[in-house]
């Protein structure tokens, strides 16, 4: 990293020296001149980077000091620009005296004083030398703040990954918790579907375990995820509850896994109770090129905690997901009264 670090700096600024020589390279007499003339305008600039990037970027900019950062700035180029005038004024022309009297018809004749501080001067260094110098700091600063960018990008994406993890280990035991309770009063009744649940169970583990590591998965995985968490409740609740799941997959999307689960968990949990002689829960998933809608509608007895208001952690859940897996690309609309609790899920496929 710091060596090609270290080589994209050296091409850049050997970049740098040929722009500044630019079309004029013909007028000097010797390879020496351009190094010496040309050298002297690079070094003055790769100072003014030097300084602008290591001290008034991080001590002034980074710290909101904009007015101080400017002010400094110019003054840093204004020097700069100074410097250059006089090195070629005391050094390159008497050097190279062909050149700058035959050739470019410059002389020493004004003094040092009109090339520093005359309104030819002034003109000449705010709109020829001072945007001369700053070109290649510009271009680093831009680089800086582009890397600096990605960093925090980076930093972002490794924060919600972890985030979307510990949500995932908050659902995944309470999940696994729950068909294993199945399991175990089907064990308890002797009953003979008890093999058709470790069978699905088994395909829920499989799926649970190897494939939510994936960020997204195939929408008709999660379907059959749904289905066979479906059919245990079913199996459990046998006397008192009905399902109903129909799905229209008229666009193979992918999602972010155990996404749907949440809220059927949530209309499974809250459906049945004792005051209820037989419970419903009815699931529509829909999915086209632009969209993809989940509805799950559930019975709700009188005294439930859905009638209460209370939060659900499940929907706590996928409401946190959604923000960082779909930002301002989903909605969620919740339809209740007293007999029944309906939430719609819409993920605008397009904007996400």
């Known amino acids: ?73 110019l003054g840093v180029l204004l020097l700069g620009a100074y410097w250059v005038i006089a090195v070629r004024y005391f050094y390159i022309e008497p050097s190279y005296p062909e050149t700058y009297q035959n050739v470019l018809y410059v002389t020493q004749d004004q003094g040092i004083q ?20 700053f070109f290649p700091t510009a271009v680093l600063m831009a680089r800086q703040f582009y890397k600096k960018q990605s960093y925090i990008l980076e930093l972002k994406e490794q924060k919600n990954l972890a985030e979307l993890a510990a ?3 908050q659902l995944n035991p309470h999940f696994i918790f729950n068909t294993l309770n199945n ?19 088994a395909d829920i583990l499989d799926y649970v375990v190897y ?67 037989i419970a419903f829960v009815d699931i529509v998933l829909t999915s086209n090129s632009d969209a993809i809608t989940f509805e799950v509608k559930n019975s709700i007895p009188e005294h439930s905690e859905a009638n209460n208001d209370s939060p659900c952690v499940g929907l706590t859940n996928m409401t946190k997901q959604l923000e960082m897996l779909y930002p301002n690309a989903f909605s969620i609309t919740i339809d209740q009264t007293k007999e029944s ?12």
């Open 211 to 277: 494939r939510c590591n994936e960020r997204y998965v195939s929408l008709n995985n999660e379907i059959t995820l749904i289905q066979n968490y479906l059919d245990l409740e079913c199996i459990r609740k046998s006397d008192t509850l009905k399902v109903s799941f129909s799905s229209e997959i008229n666009y193979p999307h992918t999602i972010a896994p155990l996404l749907l689960l949440n809220l059927v968990e949530n209309a499974c949990k809250h459906s049945t109770s004792n005051e209820l002689n």
């Open 167 to 169: 949500l995932k280990n």
């Open 1 to 73: 990293m710091l060596n090609s670090t270290r080589l994209w700096l050296l091409a850049f600024w050997i970049l740098v020296f040929l722009l500044n020589m630019g079309p004029h390279w013909e007028n000097y007499a010797s390879f020496k001149e351009i190094i010496e003339t040309i050298g002297s305008i690079v070094f003055a600039q790769a100072i003014v980077a030097f300084v602008t990037l290591k001290f008034l970027v991080p001590k002034l900019l980074d710290k909101d000091q904009t007015p101080l950062f400017i002010a400094a700035l």
């Open 114 to 133: 009109y090339r520093l501080f005359s309104f030819w001067a002034f003109k000449y260094i705010i709109f020829s030398k001072m945007p001369q110098l």
């Open 341 to 352: 609790y309906k939430a719609t899920l819409t993920l605008n496929m397009e904007a996400s």
């Open 183 to 201: 399991l175990y009063l089907l064990a308890l009744k002797k009953s003979d579907q008890t093999p058709l649940v470790i069978e699905k169970l």
